[in-house]
């Protein structure tokens, strides 16, 4: 019996100081986790602008103290570990100035500029041509978001051009563009590397064979427009006339939407108003006739108050 009572106190004081140890782990933990939080940590970050292919250098690089709650992930803490020796990176997204470098950025270490490592799962980089105007003039720049236009020849019996919107919302990943010829002059790209899935990829391959493409900035997440039309040669004209498909103003859609219910509205109008005219016409003469005794060749002439008719003709 006494012998039972022993191990049940051993038992609880036992429990007791664990639950103490845990108590004072925790504590302590919690102590030293706002210690850190508390401090600050070097983190390097662009000490000059880096753009896509751009080797990251000693030189490019500098460390800034960052609190310790606030160091993004991927960020580095030395130059070891950014540059080990001997080994090189490479920017793969525009990194701005004092901007952290995160290894999302750059390239792995001993790798140079790739597409391939900007991609995620299950997308792929596709390259089309684009010219000086279809390129937006210079102004799509990597990481913008653009509809890819097709203009071509449908094939049928009208042997004019149309317009499809090919593909809407796609990531540009790089463009053919540096800022300057070696003549100082302004360079425009030549092609554009797209971030697609494997069937739009498809889809550009084929559409440079039969046409020509055009990119078409968009803002920044702006949702897909669900209905998208065709352009064709008879639509190139001012939308109040319901130039497409689209919904033609009130006074064009009174009579139908489109150039044809325009046209058809303004004979209807010319139609009512030249009825409206012989009518009156007919009346008037009508009452002439009654004014005159049913003789239409006697006309009445009023001199003040006094009624004379003159006939007229034979």
Do not use: C, W
Not at 51 to 58: C, I, K, L
Not at 66 to 78: C, R
């Amino acid at each position: 019996m006494f012998k039972r009572q022993s191990l049940m106190v051993l038992g609880v004081a036992v429990a007791l100081g664990l639950f103490a140890v845990f108590l004072a782990n925790s504590f302590l933990t919690g102590k030293q986790k706002q210690i850190y939080q508390g401090r600050t940590t070097k983190v390097a970050v662009a000490a000059a602008p880096m753009n896509f292919g751009v080797d990251v250098t000693a030189d490019k690089i500098r460390f800034v103290e960052y609190p310790n709650s606030s160091i993004p992930p991927g960020a580095f803490t030395s130059a070891a570990q950014l540059l080990p020796a001997g080994q090189k990176r490479v920017a793969l997204l525009p990194i701005a100035i004092n901007e952290p470098i995160l290894a999302g950025k750059i390239s792995a270490i001993g790798q140079g500029a790739s597409i391939a490592a900007l991609l995620p799962e299950g997308m792929r980089a596709a390259t089309v041509r684009i010219n000086d105007v279809s390129g937006v003039a210079g102004f799509v720049q990597p990481n913008d978001s653009v509809d890819v236009l097709i203009t071509r020849n449908p094939g049928d019996s009208s042997g004019g051009q149309v317009t499809d919107v090919l593909l809407q919302n796609v990531r540009v990943i790089a463009i053919d563009q540096t800022s300057k010829n070696p003549d100082g002059s302004p360079k425009v790209a030549r092609t554009a590397t797209l971030q697609v899935n494997p069937l739009d990829a498809q889809k550009l391959v084929l559409a440079q064979e039969v046409g020509s493409l055009s990119l078409v900035l968009r803002k920044p997440g702006e949702q897909n427009d669900p209905v998208v039309e065709t352009i064709a040669m008879n639509d190139l004209r001012y939308n109040m006339y319901g130039g497409a498909r689209y919904p033609a103003p009130a006074v064009v859609g009174s009579f139908g939407s489109g150039l044809g219910g325009a046209v058809a509205g303004s004979m209807q109008r010319a139609t009512t108003t030249v009825s409206t005219t012989r009518s009156s016409g007919q009346r008037t003469a009508s009452k002439a006739r009654r004014a005159t005794g049913g003789n239409p060749n006697n006309v009445d002439v009023y001199h003040g108050t006094k009624l004379d008719q003159v006939k007229v003709g034979g």
